[in-house]
């Protein structure tokens, strides 16, 4: 490789690449946080001005600051949005694109989009690409890209300069191998972010990756921060079933967002506060506890998921994510087998490593370099000729040979091993305190986080005994919109075939878990959704879009239970999922399965599976949250106090508004009432002068659900 251009500004970047491609540019950009929106906006603009020009973007997951819909929101989020997302530059193609406002040059498609923001946006929807996240590196690149950029982190500078794509090392590495070996030609540019977290191993990559490196001020930025949302009683039901299917020893995948707060502080409760635990469980739980597990985590947890989310974090500092994994599948089967007991170098490692064929006897530098790679033999062992010379100390190479052995194991061995990893992810996103913690932390702890590409984490395939020794045990934990009565899960498209999401890594894991012969899916999702077409069961009949077909069903979680459906006749699955239904819509589900012919006729449920309401579940919930172990931010907020009675009020506010009759009844009694707010409050939302009757109203209604 050569050495890179390195440009000073976003300007002369984007000449390069006008004057570089003479034709249409087929830009690919990693998803999230990882897209150099500065040279992105730079680019776009200046082909927005220029309709001779053609531009396609192919990425995914474009983040934009919150604005709000309604005046309220809008005076509410400004100052918040200020605060907590600094100087981060929103693209530009998302503003237009949301705005139906994209010009006809320019087009836009995205394989994972963030979750229902583009319902009803023709374009978004017509550029939809529904692919695994696995296969998103092969897809992009049969686009006919020709220009690759990402943002990355900096160590250094001049010769010594170091480079890292950070949060996302997952498919760009993969695309441009891709292209390139299409023979087709391809600009990389890496924007330099010296906000962005320096991530060690597999992000790690020399500066001659790219053809152009852009060392622009304008660069430098926050990096996108969503704060951490509250996690309900509902969340913490279903995170409490989740956390008592882990097994210590094992392997865990979660996901972003309140669900996987959830499951991280059920698992810190689990491990630290066991009483309170299991009495937790066992008042939601109207089946009991067998088979649950519910003990401490004395071994730990490897951590294997596409992203690298707060509650991992969380999950390290609290020494449960402590599992380490090592990058040799022999080591590693015989560290799961129990024939290496720990990660505490004794002759008997080395034995057991000679026995397994591993190393051999006479040792080769081949051997000898694998040795001290994982800190087996240390590292001044050197070897010369037929001698292993460590210091003074030197035997021959014949390590069989009793004296040889004998004296590599009393003077050159190492005291533990070395180069374990205890988290491996593909990218990253969390609020600030979560990259201030990755920028902050102790090099010798970061060391044991690798962010790579996901095609090593999302399938076995590619060196499969490695990855199988590595996840034992594993739970993959995913969330679903809607799961029909026989098992399948709708994830990513209504059944209008309007795309909410992606599929992302979904199939890739339920697949994985199908085969890995210790390995479960755990499908999570709420019993219920509510919006403005009312009150709907998140557990149907069927349903006109599937993500992962029936035949893959296996464990099942609502607020109000577990659903084991692994291997169980369709009547069975039928009565397992019902039983984790929402009452107000078990009576319904009942109807359908028996004219269906999938429930006997005479079929009633169970009694104790009667009662699944909301407000059980809260009433159950609430003197743990009130006693700290189930607090509504587990991992903290961004938010003020202020901040959270407000928030909660406008929530109640915009609920009624899409249903008509409880708008009518909390308008009615607010004025009755006539309750006043804090002036600061109503001074925030711009309700601190009335000028209208809708002013009143709007004003009443805000106080009056404080």
């Given at each position: 490789m050569?050495a890179?251009?390195?440009?000073?500004s976003?300007d002369?970047?984007?000449?390069?690449?006008?004057d570089?491609?003479?034709?249409?540019?087929v830009?690919?950009?990693?998803?999230g946080?990882g897209?150099?929106?500065?040279?992105v906006?730079?680019?776009?603009?200046?082909?927005k001005a220029?309709?001779?020009?053609q531009?396609?973007?192919?990425?995914?997951?474009?983040?934009e600051?919150p604005v709000?819909?309604?005046?309220?929101?809008?005076?509410?989020?400004?100052?918040?949005?200020e605060?907590v997302?600094g100087?981060?530059?929103?693209l530009d193609y998302?503003?237009?694109?949301r705005a139906?406002?994209l010009?006809p040059?320019?087009?836009v498609?995205?394989?994972f989009m963030?979750?229902g923001d583009y319902l009803?946006n023709?374009?978004?929807q017509m550029?939809?690409i529904s692919?695994n996240?696995?296969?998103?590196?092969?897809d992009?690149a049969?686009q006919g890209?020709?220009?690759?950029?990402?943002?990355?982190a900096?160590?250094?500078?001049?010769?010594s300069?170091?480079?890292?794509l950070?949060?996302n090392p997952?498919i760009?590495q993969a695309v441009?191998?891709s292209v390139?070996a299409?023979?087709q030609?391809?600009i990389?540019?890496?924007?330099?972010?010296?906000k962005?977290p320096?991530m060690?191993?597999g992000?790690?990559i020399?500066p001659?990756?790219?053809d152009?490196?852009?060392?622009?001020?304008?660069g430098t930025h926050?990096?996108f921060?969503?704060p951490n949302?509250k996690v309900?009683?509902a969340d913490y039901a279903i995170?409490?079933?989740?956390?008592?299917?882990v097994?210590d020893?094992?392997?865990?995948?979660?996901g972003?967002?309140?669900l996987g707060d959830?499951i991280?502080?059920?698992?810190i409760v689990?491990d630290?506060?066991?009483?309170?635990?299991r009495?937790i469980l066992a008042s939601i739980c109207?089946g009991g506890l067998a088979?649950?597990?519910?003990g401490?985590?004395?071994?730990g947890?490897?951590?294997?998921s596409e992203?690298?989310v707060?509650?991992f974090l969380?999950?390290i500092?609290?020494?449960?994510?402590?599992r380490?994994?090592?990058d040799?599948?022999?080591?590693?089967?015989?560290?799961?087998?129990?024939?290496?007991?720990d990660?505490?170098?004794?002759p008997?490692m080395?034995?057991?490593?000679?026995d397994?064929?591993r190393?051999?006897?006479?040792?080769s530098?081949?051997?000898?370099d694998?040795?001290?790679h994982?800190?087996?033999l240390?590292?001044e062992?050197?070897?010369h000729?037929?001698?292993l010379r460590?210091g003074s100390h030197?035997c021959?190479n014949q390590?069989r040979e009793?004296?040889?052995?004998?004296l590599v194991s009393?003077?050159m061995?190492?005291t533990?091993?070395?180069?374990?990893?205890?988290m491996?992810?593909?990218?990253f996103?969390?609020p600030r305190?979560?990259?201030?913690?990755?920028r902050t932390m102790a090099?010798?702890?970061?060391?044991k986080?690798d962010?790579?590409?996901?095609?090593?984490?999302n399938?076995?395939?590619g060196?499969?005994a490695l990855k199988?020794?590595?996840r034992r045990?594993?739970?993959f934990?995913n969330t679903?919109?809607v799961v029909?009565l026989l098992?399948?899960?709708?994830?990513?498209t209504l059944e209008?075939?309007q795309?909410?999401?992606?599929?992302?890594?979904?199939?890739?894991f339920?697949a994985?878990s199908?085969a890995?012969?210790d390995?479960?899916?755990?499908m999570?999702l709420r019993?219920?959704?509510d919006?403005?077409?009312g009150?709907?069961?998140?557990?149907?009949?069927?349903?006109?879009?599937?993500t992962?077909?029936?035949?893959?069903r296996?464990v099942?979680?609502?607020?109000?239970?577990?659903?084991?459906?692994r291997g169980?006749?369709?009547g069975?699955?039928v009565?397992?999922l019902?039983?984790i239904?929402?009452?107000?819509?078990q009576?319904?589900l009942?109807?359908?399965?028996?004219?269906?012919?999938k429930?006997?006729?005479?079929?009633?449920?169970?009694?104790?599976?009667r009662?699944?309401l909301?407000?059980?579940i809260?009433a159950?919930?609430?003197?743990w949250?009130?006693?700290?172990?189930?607090?509504?931010?587990p991992?903290g907020t961004?938010?003020?106090?202020?901040?959270l009675?407000?928030?909660?009020?406008?929530?109640?506010?915009?609920?009624a508004?899409?249903?008509?009759?409880?708008?009518v009844?909390?308008?009615v009694k607010?004025?009755w009432?006539g309750k006043?707010?804090?002036p600061?409050?109503?001074?925030?939302?711009?309700?601190?002068e009335v000028?209208?009757f809708?002013?009143?109203?709007m004003?009443?209604l805000?106080a009056n659900?404080l």
């Amino acid at each position: 490789m050569t050495a890179p251009l390195f440009v000073a500004s976003m300007d002369a970047c984007v000449d390069h690449i006008l004057d570089a491609v003479a034709g249409p540019i087929v830009l690919g950009i990693p998803l999230g946080v990882g897209k150099p929106n500065p040279l992105v906006n730079a680019l776009y603009q200046r082909i927005k001005a220029s309709p001779a020009r053609q531009l396609r973007i192919i990425t995914a997951l474009s983040l934009e600051k919150p604005v709000g819909h309604s005046e309220l929101e809008k005076n509410f989020l400004q100052p918040l949005v200020e605060r907590v997302f600094g100087d981060y530059p929103d693209l530009d193609y998302v503003k237009d694109l949301r705005a139906n406002q994209l010009p006809p040059n320019i087009e836009v498609q995205e394989f994972f989009m963030k979750t229902g923001d583009y319902l009803g946006n023709v374009a978004a929807q017509m550029g939809h690409i529904s692919t695994n996240y696995t296969f998103a590196a092969r897809d992009m690149a049969v686009q006919g890209m020709n220009v690759v950029a990402q943002a990355v982190a900096a160590k250094g500078e001049g010769e010594s300069l170091r480079l890292s794509l950070s949060s996302n090392p997952d498919i760009t590495q993969a695309v441009v191998e891709s292209v390139r070996a299409s023979g087709q030609p391809v600009i990389t540019v890496g924007v330099i972010n010296h906000k962005t977290p320096f991530m060690p191993n597999g992000a790690e990559i020399s500066p001659d990756f790219f053809d152009v490196v852009v060392t622009d001020p304008a660069g430098t930025h926050d990096v996108f921060a969503p704060p951490n949302n509250k996690v309900s009683p509902a969340d913490y039901a279903i995170g409490l079933h989740a956390s008592s299917l882990v097994q210590d020893g094992g392997t865990l995948q979660i996901g972003i967002g309140s669900l996987g707060d959830a499951i991280g502080q059920s698992l810190i409760v689990r491990d630290r506060h066991g009483p309170e635990y299991r009495r937790i469980l066992a008042s939601i739980c109207p089946g009991g506890l067998a088979g649950r597990e519910l003990g401490r985590f004395d071994i730990g947890l490897y951590g294997c998921s596409e992203m690298l989310v707060n509650a991992f974090l969380r999950l390290i500092e609290a020494g449960i994510i402590r599992r380490e994994v090592y990058d040799d599948a022999v080591l590693q089967q015989l560290l799961n087998s129990g024939e290496i007991p720990d990660n505490c170098v004794t002759p008997h490692m080395l034995q057991a490593l000679l026995d397994a064929g591993r190393i051999r006897s006479p040792l080769s530098e081949e051997d000898l370099d694998f040795l001290k790679h994982y800190g087996i033999l240390r590292a001044e062992v050197v070897l010369h000729g037929q001698q292993l010379r460590c210091g003074s100390h030197q035997c021959s190479n014949q390590i069989r040979e009793p004296s040889s052995f004998a004296l590599v194991s009393q003077h050159m061995l190492g005291t533990h091993l070395l180069h374990g990893m205890y988290m491996t992810g593909g990218f990253f996103l969390g609020p600030r305190d979560f990259y201030e913690r990755l920028r902050t932390m102790a090099p010798q702890d970061l060391a044991k986080i690798d962010m790579t590409r996901i095609d090593f984490i999302n399938q076995l395939y590619g060196n499969d005994a490695l990855k199988r020794a590595q996840r034992r045990k594993a739970s993959f934990m995913n969330t679903t919109m809607v799961v029909t009565l026989l098992g399948a899960a709708a994830s990513d498209t209504l059944e209008s075939g309007q795309v909410v999401s992606g599929v992302g890594g979904q199939y890739n894991f339920v697949a994985m878990s199908h085969a890995l012969a210790d390995a479960r899916l755990i499908m999570m999702l709420r019993a219920t959704h509510d919006n403005k077409h009312g009150l709907k069961s998140s557990i149907v009949w069927n349903y006109g879009s599937v993500t992962i077909p029936r035949h893959l069903r296996d464990v099942v979680i609502t607020e109000y239970g577990i659903a084991e459906l692994r291997g169980q006749s369709d009547g069975e699955v039928v009565k397992r999922l019902i039983a984790i239904a929402d009452s107000r819509f078990q009576d319904e589900l009942v109807k359908q399965a028996k004219a269906h012919g999938k429930l006997e006729a005479d079929y009633e449920i169970p009694e104790c599976y009667r009662h699944n309401l909301p407000e059980v579940i809260a009433a159950k919930i609430k003197p743990w949250s009130e006693a700290g172990l189930l607090p509504d931010f587990p991992f903290g907020t961004d938010l003020t106090e202020d901040e959270l009675h407000m928030v909660r009020a406008l929530k109640k506010m915009k609920h009624a508004s899409h249903h008509p009759a409880e708008l009518v009844t909390m308008a009615v009694k607010s004025l009755w009432e006539g309750k006043e707010a804090p002036p600061a409050y109503l001074a925030r939302l711009g309700l601190d002068e009335v000028h209208s009757f809708k002013d009143r109203v709007m004003r009443r209604l805000f106080a009056n659900n404080l």
